[in-house]
Structure formats: structure tokens, C-alpha cells
């Protein structure tokens, strides 16, 4: 795959996804050739995030199925009004069972969809998550949508947490960056980002610390904005055109559109529907991205965040930590 470019082959790099979500039920069924690619392109690892009681059970078993999954339990804010009961004891039972685990994904949301869930709930049921990592000592994978002032109310209640929060796609400002960075916070970039004007995203990626980098896919969300000829699409995905879903699968990964599909060599992902899936291989077109908007060859940006989220993930009973 060419990392967002499509000049040519590339050394492959290693890469560590720190947030995606491969039990998605829209990619769950398709999950092993994903992984399969990700792999050949240089992914390592995947950080897998559950987000309710619905997928946790899946996520373990994907954790116990694949070596490279790293798996994550949380209750996203999105569905904080589902939650049953005994949710929280629930939680307990899965990081018992699984001491490979990570917490995520949590958090707090007052954009659009976030507004549908009571904030008042959100914030009790992300404090508890927030207050379960830190007890567990495991990293936590944090959502955090239109409400960074809040957010960094409840870590400064609640931290320091020397086991690492990821604010995963961080979309905050450049402003706060200190803040969360002193009481443990990586900051998490995605496809996400590439909406952004070059000017704030190159602002807020520069305050950012490089020993506090991390790169994701979020898969099956965040399609970075890329030409279309840079990109990996996931199989059976009909929002993607015929010609470039045939290409996909059966290009190599350094691969580009043969001359009969010119045509889409020239667009971009804004040209495809909002629902079109992404590739967790489509990290490398994060990496692209994030190494040009801080001025750092893509190499090295690739080695630090990996080396970052190997730290962050390296817990008692992780994966990483037995090799």
C-alpha cells in the first residue's frame, strides 16, 4: 500500500492501530482477511475497542482467536442509556477473565449524537470506568466530543493516571494539551483529522509531545480523506464504487489504479458516501499525513508511535508484555 501517496513502493513500516473497532457488526463478519492485510502492510497490532455489553463477548473472543488483537472493554457514552444494572459488575467479570485487557472505549459527548444520552449519566458511568482503570492499573481509550473542559475537570478529580489515557481521534485544542499530558494522556490521531483546516490540525499536532504520539485506524470509521488510489477498501462494502472495490482486493500493497480506472485517481474519499467503510491498513494514510503536518520523515514517526503504544500497552498480564 502506498502510505497516502501514489508515488511508488515504500519501505513497509511497522505500524500499532491504538483504537479500532474490528467487532464492528459491519466489518465482524469480514474481520480475519482485514487483520490478514493489516498485517502485510506492517500493522502489528490492534488495539479493539468494545463499546457496550453487546460486543464485550465478542471482543474477548477476538482477543483470545488473534495474537496481534489487544482487547478493550468500556462503555461508550453513546450507550450509556442501554446499560443494564449490573453493567459495572459485568465489566469486572470480563477484566477478571481477561488480564490481557485494556479499558475503552469511555468518554463524554455533547455533539449530535451524544446529546440524545442524559450528560449526567455519561459523566457518572465515565468516572467509574475512569476510577476502574486506575484501580486495574490498565490504559483507558478515551471519546471525547465537545467536551474537553469537562474532561479535563474529572482526569484532574480522578489522576493522575500513570497507566496512560488515550484520547483517541483528539480533536480538542492545542491549548490544553499540557494539561492532559500531565496527568498521563496520549493524544491519538486518526482519518478523523484530514477534515480539519491544515492550520489548526498542524497546531494542535505540533503541541502535542512526541513521547505522547500514538496513530489509529478507528476502523471501521474515520476513512482518512485520501486519494482514492492510496486506499484499502473493505470487501463487500457496497457504498464503494464497483471498479475500486475490485482494485482494492486484488491490488498488492503498493498498488495503484490500473489505467482504466484514471478516473478516480483524481478524487477523493470526500466524493464516496459518508457510510463508506474504512481499512484498518488505511493507518498508513494517517501516518502520512500526521508526519507531513509535523515535519518528520514518516520512518521515524512510524518507530516512535509504535514505540509509544508498546509503553502504554506494556501492563502487567498485556500481550505486549509477553512478546
Same mark, same amino acid.
Given at each position: ?17 491504538? $483504537?479500532?473497532? %474490528?467487532?464492528?457488526?459491519? =466489518?465482524?463478519?469480514?474481520?480475519? !482477511? /482485514? ?5 502485510? +502492510? @506492517? ?124 484520547? $483517541?481521534?483528539? %480533536?480538542?485544542?492545542?491549548? =490544553?494539551?499540557?494539561?492532559?499530558? !500531565? /496527568? ?5 490521531? +486518526? @482519518? ?132
Amino acid at each position: 500500500m502506498s502510505s497516502g501517496s501514489s508515488s511508488g513502493s515504500r519501505t513497509v513500516v511497522k505500524l500499532f492501530d491504538a $483504537h479500532c473497532h %474490528l467487532q464492528d457488526p459491519r =466489518i465482524c463478519n469480514v474481520a480475519p !482477511k /482485514l487483520i490478514r492485510t493489516a498485517l502485510d +502492510s @506492517g500493522v502489528l497490532r490492534f488495539a479493539v475497542n468494545g463499546v457496550s455489553e453487546k460486543d464485550w463477548h465478542v471482543v474477548k473472543e477476538m482477543g483470545e482467536q488473534y495474537p496481534s488483537i489487544i482487547p478493550c472493554f468500556g462503555l461508550h457514552p453513546w450507550y450509556v442509556g442501554e446499560r443494564s444494572p449490573n453493567w459495572l459488575k459485568s465489566m469486572r467479570e470480563f477484566f477478571n477473565t481477561t488480564p490481557s485487557a485494556a479499558v475503552g472505549e469511555i468518554g463524554l459527548d455533547k455533539g449530535s449524537r451524544g446529546k440524545e444520552i442524559d450528560f449526567s449519566a455519561q459523566t457518572e458511568v465515565f468516572r467509574q470506568q475512569l476510577e476502574l482503570a486506575k484501580e486495574l492499573e490498565r490504559p483507558v481509550s478515551v471519546h471525547c466530543v465537545q467536551a474537553f473542559g469537562d474532561l479535563l475537570e474529572i482526569m484532574q478529580c480522578t489522576g493522575p493516571f500513570p497507566a496512560g489515557v488515550i484520547l $483517541h481521534s483528539y %480533536l480538542g485544542s492545542a491549548e =490544553i494539551v499540557p494539561g492532559l499530558a !500531565k /496527568l498521563g494522556a496520549y493524544f491519538s490521531f +486518526s @482519518g478523523h483529522h484530514m477534515s480539519l483546516k491544515p492550520q489548526k490540525a498542524k497546531k494542535m499536532l505540533k503541541s502535542v509531545p512526541n513521547e505522547r504520539i500514538l496513530l489509529e485506524s478507528d476502523a471501521p470509521d474515520a476513512l482518512p480523506k485520501s486519494n482514492l488510489s492510496s486506499l484499502l477498501w473493505v470487501e463487500g462494502d457496497t457504498s464503494v464504487p464497483h471498479e475500486l472495490q475490485s482494485q482494492g482486493q486484488n491490488s498488492d500493497l503498493h498498488g495503484d489504479l490500473s489505467p482504466d480506472h484514471a478516473c478516480y485517481t483524481l478524487t477523493d474519499t470526500s466524493t464516496l458516501p459518508k457510510e463508506t467503510l474504512n481499512h484498518p491498513a488505511n493507518i498508513h494514510n494517517v501516518l502520512h499525513y500526521v508526519a507531513s503536518l509535523i515535519e518528520m520523515p514518516e520512518e521515524e514517526l512510524a518507530e516512535l508511535s509504535y514505540r509509544n503504544a508498546v509503553r502504554v500497552f506494556s501492563y502487567p498480564g498485556s500481550k505486549v508484555c509477553e512478546g
